[in-house]
C-alpha cells in the first residue's frame, strides 16, 4: 500500500510560481512512475505529467510543457511539480498519483494510487 500527500497548493497571481510536492509512503517508491494530474470545477481530470521511476525520464501535457517542472527525490520518496509562469487556466486541484506496475500512462484511470490533491488558484 502507498499513501500519497501533496501540499505546496495556494493563491498565486498570474505569472508567478508555486512548487508542489507529494510525499509517498512505501519501499519502491523509486521504482514506480508518479504522474501529475489536475481538475478543474467542472471538467474532467487532466494529465499534466510523469517522471519514470529509477530513470527519471519526464513527460509533459502540450498546455504546460516549458512552464512546469517535474522532478524526484528517491531518497526523500517525494516528487515535485514546479510550476512557473502560471496562467488563471491553471486553477485547479492537483493531484499526484503513483504508477505501480512498471511503465506509465498518461490515463488517471491506470495509476494505482493517489494523493488527496492540493488546491492552486491563479488570479489574474
Known amino acids: 500500500q502507498v499513501q500519497l500527500v501533496e501540499s505546496g497548493g495556494g493563491l498565486v497571481q498570474a505569472g508567478g510560481s508555486l512548487r508542489l510536492s507529494c510525499a509517498a509512503s512505501?519501499?519502491?517508491?523509486?521504482?514506480?512512475?508518479m504522474g501529475w494530474f489536475r481538475q478543474a470545477p467542472g471538467k474532467e481530470r487532466e494529465y499534466v505529467g510523469h517522471?519514470?521511476?529509477?530513470?527519471?525520464?519526464?513527460y509533459y501535457a502540450a498546455s504546460v510543457k516549458g512552464r512546469f517542472s517535474i522532478s524526484r527525490d528517491n531518497a526523500k520518496s517525494t516528487v515535485y511539480l514546479q510550476m512557473n509562469s502560471l496562467k488563471p487556466e491553471d486553477t485547479a486541484a492537483y493531484y499526484c498519483?503513483?504508477?505501480?506496475?512498471?511503465?506509465?500512462?498518461?490515463?488517471?484511470?491506470?495509476?494505482?494510487?493517489w494523493g488527496q490533491g492540493t488546491q492552486v488558484t491563479v488570479s489574474s
Open positions: 517522471i519514470t521511476g529509477n530513470d527519471g525520464r519526464t
Open positions: 498519483a503513483a504508477y505501480a506496475s512498471g511503465g506509465y500512462s498518461t490515463r488517471w484511470s491506470e495509476y494505482h494510487y
Open positions: 512505501g519501499r519502491t517508491f523509486s521504482s514506480y512512475s
